[in-house]
């Protein structure tokens, strides 16, 4: 995923200019080019340019944990549950220790664990 590429397609379709996003973004037009040939951004450009177009560019970020409870085997049965989660931007390294948390409490009630 090249994130500059993502930021610049959508100011082009909102006809934003480099010098008026530089101006919405708090940067210079250089720094603004730099960033659309960038292919990672940092959180706060990312936060910068979803604030000034109004626009959540963290859905790009598709985060995701897996965790494995059942043992592989052919007789061996098992359900799968996909669960989506919603939190506040910021808060990924909450979510994570929480997570990580869920898979210690599995793992102490003799869950086999993989992750």
């Known amino acids: 995923m090249h994130?500059?590429?993502i930021v610049k397609t959508a100011t082009e379709?909102?006809?934003?200019?480099v010098d008026e996003m530089a101006f919405l973004m708090d940067k210079s037009a250089d720094e603004v080019l730099a960033?659309?040939?960038?292919?990672?951004w940092t959180s706060g450009?990312?936060?910068?340019?979803?604030e000034a177009l109004n626009y959540d560019f963290g859905t790009y970020l598709n985060r995701s944990a897996e965790y494995d409870f059942a043992k592989h085997t052919p007789t061996l049965k098992y359900h799968e549950m996909l669960i989506s989660i919603k939190y506040p931007v910021g808060k990924e390294n909450k979510l994570e220790a929480w997570l990580e948390r869920m898979w210690l409490m599995a793992?102490?009630?003799g869950?086999?664990?993989d992750k």
């Open 35 to 40: 960033l659309y040939e960038a292919e990672e």
């Open 3 to 5: 994130f500059g590429n």
């Open 107 to 109: 793992q102490s009630i």
């Open 111 to 113: 869950l086999e664990v």
């Open 45 to 50: 450009n990312i936060k910068t340019a979803s």
């Open 13 to 17: 379709s909102y006809k934003i200019s």
